[in-house]
């Protein structure tokens, strides 16, 4: 059998072979270990020509897969003329390169056939920025296997040295295109966090959750927007913001992010910071799980990790329990609600249960309002114009240079007056933050 050395990261429109082995500490379900890989080589457009799954107390140290398997491995990729074998685990870089040896074809493991998928949704500028950072990130410790045609010629004076020079001149280039990348990305997540600063007046909702799970067809259901709703894992990379008019309250900002997956790539979530700025800074996550999914529990789970890693894990958060349409055991919405508080079941796609979740969402952003008797000089317009606009005033009377307005506002737009040129006072009893001076 030709080897079949890689040519590039990409899988689409091969034909596949699924491996993953599991490990004491792994969650996965006996009936289909590898349904979500499956799920994802479909995904990236691969054919899969069959699959191989073990269970080890540990990885082996040279090819994670037992001797026997790597054997078997091997008879099946050359049985079926597999183009790719698709772990299901995280492999080092020694790990391919002895498996490619044995299998005599080429082996992609979990994080790069991710990194391959998002590699083809990427769309916009910003995207294609961030996906191709996490590519060179996960690259740079592979480099050396990309030349494992220098071997060929059986290494030696004329071959290794200038091997070798290559190798370095190009992990120098590598570097340097990181560097570029990181700084224009920088310049990106700035921009994008003064765009969320500039939206702080405004109370602002933002859907997380498990890719596929349904967010893009709830902001439709919700805002009317006119975005893309597709059957397919991470169809949305960029975050989208529309108005969404809560039925007899008031307007907010929603927004729709990536979904998340198990074992989500660190530099994919350091790449994607920027365009995750809006969960971060959100007033209120609304958490969007497929609840007919035999894996919500560890879905959820995976999504809690990944908030916590954006440091978003303390933000007020709802659990949307949707597809409520497909659950055939209604036990399975009773237990999840009496496991997470906060709990709602929705039908994004029938719109049932909709009025309860914007219920729950205009109580708990009401949480954040407070009543304030807030005393000023009655020539501080500036102020007066500030609470007219972002409260709703209530009382407002003179006490001879002095105004005193009764005003229900957000707790944090009242944080940002200055304390210099005022007296607040909370009328329900409720503590306030030390103001700060409010942002230029």
């Known amino acids: 059998m030709v080897d079949r050395h890689r040519e590039d990261l990409t899988v689409r429109q091969e034909g596949a072979v699924l491996v993953g082995v599991t490990l004491p500490n792994t969650s996965e379900s006996n009936d289909h270990p590898l349904s979500e890989l499956r799920g994802l080589a479909k995904t990236a457009g691969a054919r899969i020509l069959g699959d191989l799954h073990q269970r080890r107390n540990k990885p082996d140290i040279a090819t994670y897969l037992g001797s026997g398997k790597v054997e078997e491995l091997g008879e099946m990729v050359e049985e079926r003329d597999a183009d790719v074998v698709l772990f299901d685990n995280e ?3 020694g790990q391919v390169r002895n498996l490619e ?6 082996v992609v493991d979990r994080t790069e056939l991710i990194l391959d998928i998002f590699a083809t949704r990427a769309k916009t500028h910003q995207a294609r920025l961030q996906v191709e950072l996490a590519q060179l990130e996960y690259l740079r410790p592979r480099l050396k296997r990309m030349w494992t045609h220098l071997e060929r010629h059986g290494g030696g004076i004329g071959t290794r040295g200038p091997g070798e020079q290559q190798l370095e001149t190009d992990r120098r280039l590598l570097d340097k295109r990181i560097r570029d990348l990181k700084q224009r990305l920088s310049s990106i997540q700035q921009r994008k966090k003064r765009e969320v600063n500039r939206r702080s007046n405004e109370l602002r909702v933002s859907l997380v959750g498990y890719t596929n799970a349904g967010k893009s067809t709830l902001m439709r259901r919700l805002t009317g927007a006119d975005v893309l709703v597709a059957n397919k894992l991470f169809a949305t990379l960029d975050t989208r913001t529309r108005q969404w008019a809560i039925p007899g309250w008031t307007k907010v900002l929603l927004s729709d992010t990536v979904g998340f997956i198990r074992d989500l790539p660190h530099d994919l979530v350091e790449s994607f910071k920027a365009t995750l700025e809006e969960a971060t800074h959100a007033d209120l996550l609304l958490h969007v799980v497929d609840a007919s999914n035999p894996y919500v529990r560890e879905q959820i789970k995976s999504v809690e990790k990944v908030l916590r890693e954006l440091e978003a894990e303390s933000t007020p958060t709802i ?6 349409d497909c659950v055939e055991d209604p036990t399975i919405i009773h237990g999840l609600r009496a496991s997470y508080a906060n709990a709602v079941a929705v039908s994004a796609a029938t719109g049932e249960g909709v009025g309860k979740l914007e219920q729950l ?11 304030a008797e807030v005393t000023t000089h009655a020539g501080n317009g500036r102020l007066l114009a500030y609470l007219n606009a972002h409260g709703e005033v209530e009382d407002q009377r003179y006490e001879g240079e002095s105004v005193i307005v009764t005003v229900k506002i957000a707790r944090h737009l009242l944080e940002r007056v200055s304390s210099d040129e005022l007296e607040i006072t909370l009328l329900d009893g409720a503590p306030l933050m030390d103001p ?4 230029e």
């Open 436 to 439: 700060v001076a409010d942002d």
């Open 361 to 371: 969402v205009q109580k708990m952003l009401s949480e954040r309002f407070v009543t």
């Open 91 to 93: 492999l080092d870089p």
């Open 101 to 106: 040896r044995r299998t005599h074809t080429k």
């Open 319 to 324: 659990l949307v329990l949707n597809q409520i």
